[in-house]
């Protein structure tokens, strides 16, 4: 059986590097509360919450009493901890005390459970969108339910591959799989038409023509606008490869032709190596957003009505017919 998976944020992250080196995780609701203090009894919890906050509303009152009981009755001895930084990484762990009351200067958390770490962080954009989309939650303390992709990073799940011979399960996974292989079917023009479209569902209004940028091998060059919020100069580079990696060359070779104020996005339908990675994630260069052949699948997912909407409305009928898929492989 696998073990729960939760979060336990550290005031966004500016305590995670404390939780790292002294091998704890920590809430400080009570914090001035005496050891003997009960945190377990729901009711009771409720009345002194009221006496230590008590210009909370009782929206905020009841959520933040759910979250200290989450912490103290839910979180076992052998269940996983994420407790986020405050950039893309992710500190995971495994719990391996009960509860237990230490106030020092480390922390404004007296209420812990120590916790061993994985030595390696998770890059939270390495994670399927879905997971991503969880883990934005606002909660202080909350459970992952999506957590087979986190289980599986520090090597506590195993995943088998499908076989040509072996009857497909549809899960997430194996529909992604099936929808990217629609995507390999495209010819060229097809797949460059996909990709504008999978921009312009997120926002993206090219400025130059679909394959006439011509510049350092980017496809595509103009604004992505968030809902008005923010815009950003953009130019993405598309690498269809099936099997190929995409290596650090690559990487260096784009950024090298990116144009000064523009990020850069490179999108491929196969995967990128480790060094290429750490290449763009280089923090002392412009960072550079990669999408992979997964994620470019879970975008697809997400927008997936308002793309066949635009090919639609454009006269690209065959292209969506295409792109159609049955509504028990797009996963809500």
């Known amino acids: 059986m696998n073990p729960n998976v939760y979060v336990l944020r ?3 992250g500016r305590y995670t590097d404390t939780f790292k080196k002294e091998n704890y995780i920590g809430i400080g609701w009570f914090q001035n509360q005496p050891s003997s203090f009960d945190l377990t009894n729901k009711e009771t919890l409720k009345e002194e919450y009221k006496k230590v906050y008590p210009t ?5 009152i009841n959520q933040n009493v759910g979250q200290i009981l989450r912490f103290v009755n839910e979180m076992k001895i052998g269940d996983i901890v994420i407790s986020p930084f405050n950039t893309k990484e992710l500190l995971v762990g495994k719990i391996t005390s009960d509860i237990f009351y230490k106030k020092d200067d480390t922390s404004p958390y007296p209420w812990r459970k120590s916790v061993g770490w994985f030595p390696d962080l998770i890059d939270r954009h390495t994670l399927s969108v879905p997971l991503q989309s969880t883990l934005k939650s606002s909660l202080t303390c909350f459970r992952v339910v999506m957590c087979e992709e986190i289980l599986s990073q520090i090597g506590l799940l195993s995943i088998t591959p499908i076989t040509q011979d072996q009857e497909i399960i549809f899960t997430p996974k194996s529909n992604y799989e099936l929808i990217r292989r629609r995507f ?8 460059e038409l996909l ?4 921009l312009r569902s997120l926002g993206f209004d090219a400025s130059q023509e679909t394959g006439k940028v011509g510049d350092g091998g980017i496809d595509y060059e103009g604004v992505l606008d968030v809902f008005g919020v923010a815009s950003i100069n953009l130019q993405v580079q598309v690498k269809r490869y099936e099997k190929g990696v995409i290596g650090e060359k690559d990487i260096r070779s784009f950024r090298g032709a990116l144009k000064k104020d523009f990020q850069g996005c490179f999108i491929t339908l196969s ?8 290449s763009a994630q280089d923090k002392e ?11 470019f ?3 697809f997912i997400e927008q997936y009505d308002k793309i066949i909407e635009f090919l639609n409305y454009d006269d690209y009928d065959e292209l969506s017919q295409k792109l159609k898929f049955k509504k028990s492989l797009i996963p809500n």
């Open 285 to 295: 260069r412009e960072t550079i957003q990669l999408i992979d052949g997964t994620r």
């Open 195 to 198: 990709v504008s479209y999978v």
């Open 10 to 12: 550290a005031d966004f």
């Open 184 to 191: 390999l079917q495209l010819d060229p023009t097809e797949f």
């Open 297 to 299: 699948t879970e975008i």
């Open 271 to 278: 995967t990128f190596n480790k060094k290429a990675i750490e």
């Open 56 to 60: 909370d509303l009782p929206m905020r």
